[in-house]
């Protein structure tokens, strides 16, 4: 876990640095870090059952991981033009997110007490979250 937590760190400071670049290069991407988004994130939160928050990171790494392996293991997709730097970017993204794949998960389900709960309301997303 410990690793997990200082990869995460490392992570979100290149992302910053990442969408610093990009905010530069002229991308519209400065609400997704602005008081205002961040400010509502934390009010719907406060709203929500404790293990939502966690279900959908659990939801959105297994997401992430399977974009890595599709951008990892496509000649296709490696074949695509572009900088250097930017390949560089995404691949060891992609290798990091593999890296802890499954880790939100797992603690999800420590937290949930495991998995039979969301077999049994499959046909209700969500009700597993409560």
């Not at 530069?24 to 934390?42: C, L, Q, T």
């Not at 990892?72 to 930017?86: D, T």
């Not at 997110?97 to 389900?109: G, I, M, N």
């Amino acid at each position: 876990m410990a690793g997990f937590i200082g990869q995460e760190s490392v992570h979100g400071q290149q992302h910053r640095l990442l969408n610093e670049k990009l905010i530069d290069m002229g991308y519209p991407i400065a609400w997704w870090d602005s008081k205002k988004f961040n400010d509502w994130v934390k009010r719907l939160e406060e709203r929500l059952p404790a293990r939502l928050p966690l279900a959908v990171t659990a939801a959105a790494e297994h997401f992430t991981a399977v974009l890595a392996e599709r951008t990892l293991g496509e000649e296709e997709i490696q074949a695509i033009p572009g900088e250097l730097q930017v390949w560089n970017v995404l691949n060891w993204h992609a290798v990091e997110e593999l890296e802890h794949k499954s880790v939100a998960f797992d603690v999800f389900r420590t937290v949930a007490g495991g998995t039979e709960r969301m077999r049994r309301s499959g046909e209700r997303p969500g009700e597993w979250c409560k």
